[in-house]
């Protein structure tokens, strides 16, 4: 019984100092400095060039209008002369080239919306929470106008009015979705070029920079606010949790990768 219980504690102590002797390596091992480990945590501030697409997409809105109002004034009105027009379109008629135009168009602006939606949800991904959710409807906005003008166009086709009274529907029509898209598009483009300018952190960055260092600053939203609605707040959380999830994934392989390299 002696034996036994000498070997069982030998054992024991064995496997503690073995134990303690790999803690002492760890401690006695190379520690990530803070600047190493704050320069591999803090990411870049990534601009955003879809304002430079709207602005490109307006001046082509622009563009096409002018072209459509001199075609349908000076070839389905015929104000100008038809003989240069019947040249210059061939066999097509003025009002077959501009719905042709006006489908491209709504093409491109399908183009836009997709390419900003791309480059919005990267930027939720890098926790711009905010900025995403106020600009969410406005990048779609120009598609349902460009989409409602659209339907206003197969209306007028469908209902096969006289030449005259076709032409300047369809100039209303289109000087409409003009007066509709470009408003939106220059708000956007200026809400873009602001969040570029400005080059924020992130908006946990920010939160977590406002309770540190300011003692009046207003609370976060972190739970039910009277006069906000239900699907507003969950939708932050929401957003804040994904963001949060990603965020400590990347931190956690960036510190695997700081722990090898030292």
């Known amino acids: 019984m002696e034996s036994t219980g000498r070997s069982l504690y030998s054992a024991g102590t064995s496997g503690d100092m073995t134990r303690s002797t790999e803690e002492d390596s760890l401690v006695d091992g190379p520690l990530i400095s803070a600047d190493a480990l704050h320069s591999?945590?803090?990411?870049?501030f990534q601009t955003l060039p879809t304002h430079c697409y709207a602005a490109l997409l307006s001046l082509l809105h622009v563009v096409f209008v002018v072209l459509s109002v001199c075609v349908a004034v000076l070839c389905v009105l015929k104000f100008g002369d038809v003989e240069m027009c019947a040249s210059v379109l061939g066999k097509v008629t003025g009002d077959s080239v501009v719905?042709?135009?006006?489908?491209c168009l709504w093409g491109l602006v399908l183009v836009f919306t997709r390419c900003a939606q791309h480059h919005h949800g990267q930027a939720r991904r890098r926790g711009y929470l905010q900025f995403y959710r106020q600009?969410?409807?406005l990048n779609n906005l120009p598609l349902a106008a460009h989409s409602a003008g659209n339907v206003l166009l197969l209306v007028v086709l469908a209902a096969r009015l006289t030449p005259p009274?076709?032409?300047y529907i369809l100039i209303s029509i289109l000087v409409l979705?003009?007066?509709v898209a470009m408003p939106c598009l220059f708000y956007y483009s200026v809400k873009v070029m602001r969040f570029n300018r400005e080059r924020a952190a992130p908006d946990v960055s920010q939160e977590e920079h406002t309770h540190n260092y300011s003692i009046t600053s207003l609370p976060t939203e972190t739970g039910f606010r009277e006069g906000s609605s239900l699907e507003e707040v969950v939708e932050k959380q929401a957003d804040l949790i994904e963001y949060l999830k990603q965020h400590n994934t990347l931190l956690s392989k960036r510190l695997l990768n700081l722990t090898a390299q030292h």
């Open 165 to 167: 009274v076709h032409s």
């Open 99 to 103: 719905v042709y135009g006006k489908v």
């Open 177 to 179: 979705e003009l007066l």
């Open 135 to 137: 600009t969410q409807g």
């Open 40 to 44: 591999a945590i803090r990411r870049e």
